[in-house]
């Protein structure tokens, strides 16, 4: 699939190889997100080990402009074994979609995602997933318009990607649980509780025990000890992993607009006296740890809270407190146990993604069941 190319004029689409690691790093970083706070993914210094987490098959696609040799767009497309429909299948994530400002009016974009269905077709996956954040006003006019030959960007409703400050928390123990750290010997109950959970919402990344073991791949930089367990008698039921990623993908700000900036001094001010997290400076590098592949039982709240205090009894013993990530559905029961906490919430629509002969899958796909998306992963 490497050896796919379109030509067009002076601009060269392709699947970017190893050697184009240093070009893609430059690029990423002239190129952060929309918005009054803009924010950039750095995954240096190997762009393509960082990309080991969005997919088993992974396919940056980058578009060079032949008299400079420079790039001047990209994005990415990724497959994985997620579950939909109560069973797994491969499903597809579109990440990472850049242009310089120069070329954001021509119709790059529409060669581009011409390009894409090249690709399209020699994948496994009929839909993709996606999200754009909704203060992106004018990528979400251009790619929800269904002009110039783009897929179907259907509307899946609201994401919301919490920032929560580790610390002292007023979340309640409930009695009779215990926690823990995971051990290799606890892999096979670990994988049951996931996969039967999972099978209740929609888009969730399917995992074995191969993954949970390898030092490399969708759970890079993540050990089993980074697990942590609740249990009730025993039996497991509610466990998250608590990444950290800064080894090979970091998030910063690169600029705030200048209204902002003006609210982000005021809020600083507060959250030195309250629970809430502070806004980071311009190129900091934020200290996060994603709560991946939550799992609670049942969608037990109780269970969900006390897994929450221990963890966050845990890291109070850790200075400065780092911040802690999670992306909720508007619809999962869960989100509301977040929101009872100071976090900063970051709010970005959820789209599946399809190509026209793909219209049946994404009216197969039962809306009952909980959009969920790993934002660790993306």
Known sequence: MNDEILNIGKLTFKIASHEDNSKIIKFLKMCPSHGHMQIALDRGPHFFEAMEVEGLINLPVICIDSTTSQIVSMGSISEKKCFLNNCEHPIGYLSSLRSLPEVQRSTLLARGYQFFYQIHRKLECKIYVTTILEDNYNAIKVLTSRKAGLPAYNDWGRIHTLMVKIGKNTWKAKNGLTYERAKIE???DILNLIKSESQKRQFV???SEDHLISKTGLLRGLDVGDIRLLRSN??????TGIWNQNAFRRWHVVRY???FMFLKMIWNQYAKISRYPR???EAEIIDYRFLS???ILNNNVDYLETLLFYIWKEFNLKRPNP???IALHEKDPLLKVFQKYPSYD?????YVVNWPKDQQAVADIKRELIPTIEIASM
């Not at 025993?234 to 466990?239: D, E, M, N, S, T």
């Open 257 to 259: 607009s200048s209204s």
């Open 279 to 281: 806004f980071p400076d």
């Open 293 to 295: 592949f939550l799992t």
């Open 234 to 239: 025993g039996k497991i039921v509610a466990l």
């Open 346 to 350: 970051l709010k970005s629509r959820l």
């Open 186 to 188: 606890d892999i096979p």
């Open 323 to 325: 911040l802690a990530m």
């Open 205 to 207: 990344t399917s995992y």
